[in-house]
């Protein structure tokens, strides 16, 4: 309600926030049996309910529908329903809710906070709900709190602010049925929950006696309370005709009524009725079973009313099935409270066998038949179990060739990945400085050859053996020369692909003796190199097949076989151990293979079971986790 808008009568008292959550569902209790006054009394009411409940579940955000009409709203709440982030989602969580009478689903709200939004069914509304926002923090209290909604959620509807009753002179007609909710909210056990719902009703509907049959883990129905009784006697045989007849009402949706004034004739519908009618005499029987929403009946309700009063009218059945529906969530909390441990899981269990194995849900149900057929086929099938390694095709045919002496390398022919055909010149160095050392070395041996002649002519003995030695060293530093120059050209030593060296890195760069050039492999020859984790090494035999992909082509499967396993684990960075296996190539070489090109490969292993192909190594996580 606005700041400056005078509160109603029926307004809830002030300190609501400070009220018990039993203090605050009487108030709502109190204020929903107040017949309001004209429409703006009507939408008053509607918006203390409102808040109210809001408050009841510890919400930020409120909202009272009908239909697609909003009629009230509180909290933190947007001025219009569309301009929620989570309105797209509001049809779907309202048609759960309609098979369940309440739902929930995450969402957030405007400013990002993490909220439940919960739908709850309001029966006196005409597709009534009280939409509710619920803070994320009280995610472990939601089923309380949604049971909490529950209890209340019966609000006025909107023909009673037309209705005579309703006019400002007339006195508010109590609800016979508010003091049940109220009852059963105060109760923490299942028994004392049990014997206030039927000593409540008999009081509050002036029945002789009620009773209420639950049931059991075996399927039929026993009693647990009968009104103003603490102890009875479930083999008496009144107690035993009445569960007989309400066993027999579960096969009605609606119930059994009998008259007192029904004849035998008539009891052909409902004889267990008929039989219990004879055993009190003239009553009026009137017999509900209570389910959720739609679900199997999981207790009944007999009533038995003095003959010579009236009969329950159908209206009246109707109003009392609806209140009965509010209370049972609460009553099936606290019956399952009551069991073992161990009773409340079969139970749990039994309830999902249920719900799997009856009627609808066939999707569900053929994925569940599709995935027992695949469990047990896994179970009893064999693959074929394929290792996986990383691989890399090598040669053992590999030739470097480098510089012969410190230069510069005057002209590169080749580059990596290039097929070189035997004696092809790949680089040459500069040998204009050792052009210029031959012409020296040249002339300086003429020079001494010269000399040489020249003192056997004149008889110097001695100095024909001087000249003759200069002439020699002169002739071998010549051939020296010279033969430096010739290894100043790197030629291909056999057909082959260069696998190391680029032309434009070696173009003009200086070298010394011994720095290298380019790297030949032989195309012929080659093998691959795998390397198999450490998990899976020791099933990889020598001999075994497998198939062979390359990253440059990925679609052409090449056939390998396993040669030789290294029996030492390697290290590599974070990867783990691996071990080597050399593998040959089944098959004439390809003319696009090339030494040092990488992709997996898949070793034969056997066949073993699918099951263990799939989960043996999550199996082996967990026992190396357990192990101590």
């Known amino acids: ?76 709440a947007a001025a219009t329903l569309a301009d929620e982030p989570w309105a797209a989602e509001l049809p779907a969580l309202l048609a759960r809710a309609a098979a369940q009478g309440f739902a929930t689903v995450p969402a957030r709200s405007a400013a990002g906070a993490a909220w439940w939004l919960a739908a709850v069914r309001q029966p006196r509304l005409a597709e009534g709900w009280m939409l509710l926002a619920i803070p994320d923090s009280e995610r472990p209290q939601l089923n309380e709190l949604l049971l909490r909604a529950q209890l209340v959620a019966d609000l006025p509807s909107a023909e009673l602010a037309d209705s005579p009753a309703a006019a400002p002179a007339a006195a508010p007609a109590a609800d016979p049925l508010a003091e049940v909710g109220q009852q059963l909210a105060r109760q923490t056990s299942f028994g004392a929950a049990a014997i206030a719902l039927v000593n409540t009703l008999a009081q509050a509907l002036g029945a002789e006696q009620v009773l209420l049959a639950w049931r059991g883990a075996t399927g039929g129905l026993a009693t647990v309370a009968i009104s103003h009784r603490e102890r009875f006697d479930r083999f008496a045989h009144p107690v035993v005709l009445s569960e007989d007849a309400l066993e027999e009402c579960l096969q009605h949706e609606g119930g059994v009524l009998l008259p007192a004034d029904t004849q035998a004739a008539q009891w052909a519908q409902a004889p267990a009725h008929g039989l219990l009618r004879e055993e009190l005499g003239p009553r009026h029987l009137l017999s509900l079973p209570l389910a959720r929403h ?47 441990w161990f009773a409340r899981t079969l139970a749990a269990a039994r309830e999902r066998a249920a719900r799997w194995l009856g009627p609808g849900r066939l999707g569900l149900k053929t994925a569940g038949v599709l995935l027992g057929l695949g469990l047990l086929y896994s179970l009893v099938a064999q693959w074929d179990y394929r290792v996986s390694a990383s691989a890399q095709l090598a040669t053992d045919q590999v030739r470097v060739l480098g510089a012969m002496f410190d230069g ?12 070189v055909a035997e004696g092809e ?15 020296d070395a040249a002339a300086e041996l003429r020079r001494h050859v010269a000399e040489a002649d020249k003192a056997r002519a004149g008889g110097a003995l001695a100095d024909l053996e001087v000249s003759s030695a200069r002439a020699a060293q002169a002739q071998a530093r010549l051939a020296r020369v010279r033969e430096q120059i010739a290894l100043a050209e790197a030629r291909a030593p056999f057909a082959g692909v260069v696998v190391e060296g680029e032309r434009q890195d070696l173009q003009g760069a200086p070298v010394r003796k011994g720095d290298k050039l380019y790297r030949i492999a032989r195309v012929e020859g080659l093998y691959a190199t795998l390397q198999v984790g450490e998990r899976d090494a020791a099933r990889v035999r020598a001999g075994a097949g497998g198939e062979l992909v390359l990253l440059a082509r990925p679609d ?14 390697q290290t590599q960075g974070t990867g783990g151990n691996h071990f080597l296996v050399r593998a040959e190539l089944v098959g004439a070489p390809a003319g696009w293979w090339r030494p040092g090109m990488s992709g997996t490969a898949r070793i034969d292993a056997g066949r073993e079971p699918v099951i263990w192909i799939l989960t043996h190594r999550i199996v082996d996580t967990v026992r190396l986790w357990l192990w101590w």
């Open 1 to 76: 309600m606005n700041a400056g808008q005078p509160r109603p009568d029926h307004a809830l008292p002030g300190g609501v926030r400070e009220l018990s959550a039993l203090e605050l569902i009487a108030a709502l209790q109190r204020l929903r049996a107040t017949p309001p006054a004209g429409t703006a009394a009507q939408q008053a009411l509607w918006a203390e309910l409102t808040a109210g409940v809001m408050r009841l579940v510890r919400g930020r955000a409120a909202w009272l529908l009908e239909g697609p009409r909003v009629l009230a709203q509180a909290g933190e």
């Open 294 to 340: 739609g679900g199997p009946p999981v207790a009944a309700l007999l009533l038995v009313f003095d003959g010579a009063a009236p009969a329950p009218e159908p209206a009246a059945v109707q109003r009392l099935q609806q209140a009965l529906a509010a209370q049972l969530p609460w009553l099936q909390t606290l019956q399952q409270q009551s069991q073992p």
């Open 408 to 419: 510069r390398v005057e002209e590169a022919r080749a580059s990596a990945g290039q097929a």
């Open 425 to 439: 010149l790949l680089a040459r160095l500069d040998t204009r400085e050792l052009r210029q050392q031959e012409s």
């Open 556 to 569: 052409e499967r090449m056939a390998l076989k396993v040669v030789s396993v290294v029996p030492v684990a």
